[in-house]
């Protein structure tokens, strides 16, 4: 499109803006008109010392004059004058994101590397990069949950809490996931979310209370999914003065991964499970999984984008600085 015929105003009433203008420019001109007909009546030698205030009020002429320019350039400016387009999006599609991360001790084993929990930060470090129009929110928890972060969609403030998600910042040891998984819901009931979803890192034992959040999740419309925090063979759990923990009777604790129960507890939450991996497949199955589930593709997002006019009229506000500058000179005015 020719630049002539694609120039326009956004908002194309301010112009109107411009009548007081003409109207006080008019005062003006009357003005300067009258005091004109006293050089047919008064010789010229005599008319400056006649007219001595009449002569400032011509001097300030030049000053109405770029009073006058100002004006124009500030209704022109406001009125928006437009000749390119720009692809915006046409909404955005807010999700909201619960990650609930297992605290309790055996996330220390080292049956994955470096050791479960610590995997398990990368991995939301992973997931909160991958930004996107998502609110993310990090609730921990052992005996008991804890929100680390409410729904937000500032990945720095995440991140930088991360490397402070340790085995002994709980207070109490324990593994009550259907608590956190309610913790989790309520976050996302309090935004009354309708396509959130619930990220669940764990590798602990499915009770009866967390397979009965999981269906209330579901029912809702959101969902959950599970990451298996460990692997299925587990490893020992170490213990905090050395060696490993140990039973009643001596043996050595072996924390082992119920991918089974894990796996149901998802289906029941309306997700999917996956075992921790050492690459990015498991969160990327998860998510797509997700995003698929709420109804975005990427077809839909390349159509959710409507062309918008740039306004211009910011950069013709430049004009106006000597002007500002100027009126606070001393006796400009």
Known sequence: MDLLEAFHFIRPLWLLALLPMAWLWWRLYRGSAQSNQWQHAVDPELLDHLLDGEQGSRDNRYLYLVLALAWLVAVVALAGPSWERRDVPTYRNVTERVLVIDLS??????????????????????????????????VVYAATPFVVSPLTNDAATILSMLPALKIDIMPAQGSRTGLALKEAYDLLQSVKSKHGSILLFTDSAVDADAMSMAKEISAQGLSLSVIGAGSPEGAPIPHPKGGFIKDRDSNIVVAKVDENALRDLARAGGGE???????????DYLLDRVRRADGFTDKDDSQQLTDQWLDRGPWLMLLLLPVAAMAFRRGWL
């Open 273 to 283: 499970y996956r075992r921790i991996s050492s690459d990015e497949s498991d969160i």
């Open 105 to 138: 001790r055996s996330m220390n084993v080292q049956d994955v590397k470096p050791y479960r929990l610590g995997r398990v930060r990368q991995k939301v470090e992973d997931i909160v990069n991958k930004g996107g129009d998502v609110e993310n929110a990090v």
